[in-house]
């Protein structure tokens, strides 16, 4: 009888206790189940790091010629925050580094910075970027990026700004290379907009500079390029 009565009151007191601590996993599980279902590639939320390299390309102004090709590149690096808003449409929302290089031509044309003729003379630019797309998706993916066509806008601060030049050397000096830093005549802010058509991590990327790459004191100075054309490789 005693044992019997031992046995009940043994139930009564972690009875509760088993309740609460079946209630708390329960709750756990449900939390960890609803991140699951919520960050993803094709979730409603998701976030990755990225690569880009493009090619300036479009006219330049009278003076104002630069050598095409690698020797005038973009190079960026970011990190996007997708927001899934149907399964058609995705808002992205990215913040990023970018450093451009223009290698000048060197001719008599020449204008830009000065008329003054080098064996190599480059401009430099250093920025950081915050970009918005909308994003328009194609066909049945499952939960994975898929295919799509991005609208791009975006905004920029120039943080740093370099001029460079070579020379040809006197006998017994290896080279004459000289660097400006802190450029007057570069605009600071900039905005642009482009294009961005995509297939899982790979993409096409178009993007046109809307300002003007100098600032208002010398809007007379002739353009440099404003498209960049390139690849963008997403890190997942």
């Known amino acids: 009888m005693r044992a019997r009565w031992a046995v009940a009151v043994l139930a009564l007191a972690c009875g509760p206790q088993a309740a609460r601590a079946q209630q708390v996993l329960v709750q756990a599980d449900v939390a960890e189940d609803t991140l699951k279902?919520?960050?993803g590639p094709n979730r409603s939320y998701y976030g990755h790091?990225?690569?880009?390299y493009g090619l300036l390309a479009g006219p330049a102004g009278a003076g104002a010629g630069v050598r095409y090709g690698p020797a005038s590149a973009e190079l960026r690096a970011g990190g996007r925050l997708k927001f899934r808003l149907n399964q058609a449409l995705s808002l992205n929302l990215d913040l990023g580094y970018g450093y451009q290089h223009y290698g000048l031509a060197?001719?008599?044309h020449k204008t830009l910075p000065t008329?003054?003729?080098h064996l190599r003379e480059s401009l430099g630019t250093q920025q950081v970027f915050s970009e918005v797309s909308l994003r328009l998706n194609a066909g049945r993916r499952g939960n994975s990026i898929g295919r799509y066509v991005d609208v791009l806008a975006s905004g920029g601060w120039i943080a740093a700004t370099s001029h460079q030049t070579e020379d040809e050397p006197a006998p017994g000096i290896a080279s004459v290379e000289t660097t400006e830093r802190g450029?007057?005549?570069l605009r600071r802010w900039t905005g642009g907009v482009g294009a961005?058509?995509?297939m899982d991590r790979y993409a096409l990327v178009g993007r046109y500079r809307l300002t003007s790459a100098f600032g208002a004191s010398y809007a007379a100075w002739p353009e440099l390029?404003?498209?960049?054309?390139g690849v963008e490789v997403g890190l997942f």
């Open 196 to 198: 961005r058509l995509g």
């Open 183 to 185: 450029l007057p005549y």
């Open 225 to 229: 390029p404003r498209w960049v054309v």
């Open 49 to 52: 790091l990225y690569l880009g």
């Open 115 to 117: 008329p003054a003729v």
């Open 106 to 108: 060197q001719n008599n």
């Open 37 to 39: 279902n919520s960050f």
